[in-house]
Nanobody, 124 residues
Framework: QVQLVESGGGLVQPGASLRLSCAAS????????MGWFRQAPGKEREFVAA????????DYADSVKGRFTISADNGKNMVYLQMNSLKPEDTAVYYC?????????????????WGQGTQVTVSS
């Protein structure tokens, strides 16, 4: 049983930083791509970042390039999303997802497993 559990969300002011964590369990993830998506109220789920566990290739949405960094710790089965210079438009529920692939994808429906999400609110 694959489980993805996110943590690290919260309420921060514009310009602040947060680090989201995703604990993955239930199988060996060396052949998986791990992704972060987000969904704001009334909006569609949106790709944020992805990393291939095998090769470390990364991909980012244009809206977060230069501000967010995705990383993975193979030994701990953990995936992180470091978010800097947060903006009010980053407010959303953030989801961790796993795709059985070695090539990163930005398409949410290609991901096989999802976490429950963690709320990030950026507001003054």
């Amino acid at each position: 049983q694959v489980q993805l559990v996110e943590s690290g969300g919260g309420l921060v002011q514009p310009g602040a930083s947060l680090r989201l964590s995703c604990a993955a369990s239930g199988r060996t993830f060396s052949s998986y791509v791990m992704g972060w998506f987000r969904q704001a109220p009334g909006k569609e789920r949106e790709f944020v970042a992805a990393i291939s566990w095998s090769g470390g290739n990364t991909d980012y949405a244009d809206s977060v390039k230069g501000r967010f960094t995705i990383s993975a710790d193979n030994g701990k089965n953990m995936v992180y999303l470091q978010m800097n210079s947060l903006k009010p438009e980053d407010t959303a529920v953030y989801y961790c997802a796993a795709d059985y692939s070695v090539v990163t994808t930005t398409t949410w429906y290609e991901y096989d497993y999802w976490g429950q999400g963690t709320q990030v609110t950026v507001s003054s």
